[in-house]
Nanobody, 124 residues
Framework: QVQLVESGGGLVQAGGSLRLSCAAS????????MGWFRQAPGKERDFVAT????????YYEDSVKGRFTISRDNAKNTVYLQMNSLEPEDTAVYYC?????????????????WGQGTQVTVSS
């Protein structure tokens, strides 16, 4: 089993930055595909970014390309999401997810483990 705990959310003005962290316990994450998803009120949980176990492959949702960066530190069993140039449309609960094997994917159903989420609110 893998337990995931997100942190780093909060309230920020448009144009600001936040860095989310996802700390894992229970298993070493080095071989897991990791992803970030977000869910705005009344909407489905949508893909944001994903990273391979080595960190060499990353993939982003189009609206965050150039603004968000996913990274990982396998020695710390932690995945990060650096979010810059935040917009009010980025307001959502952000979830970290882990996939045991396979390729990077944006498909929510492919991830077996999920954190509880952290709220990000961007004011205009």
């Amino acid at each position: 089993q893998v337990q995931l705990v997100e942190s780093g959310g909060g309230l920020v003005q448009a144009g600001g930055s936040l860095r989310l962290s996802c700390a894992a316990s229970g298993r070493a994450l080095g071989s897991y595909i990791m992803g970030w998803f977000r869910q705005a009120p009344g909407k489905e949980r949508d893909f944001v970014a994903t990273i391979s176990g080595s960190g060499l492959s990353t993939y982003y949702e189009d609206s965050v390309k150039g603004r968000f960066t996913i990274s990982r530190d396998n020695a710390k069993n932690t995945v990060y999401l650096q979010m810059n140039s935040l917009e009010p449309e980025d307001t959502a609960v952000y979830y970290c997810a882990a996939r045991r094997a396979g390729a990077v994917t944006r498909a929510r159903a492919e991830y077996e483990y999920w954190g509880q989420g952290t709220q990000v609110t961007v004011s205009s």
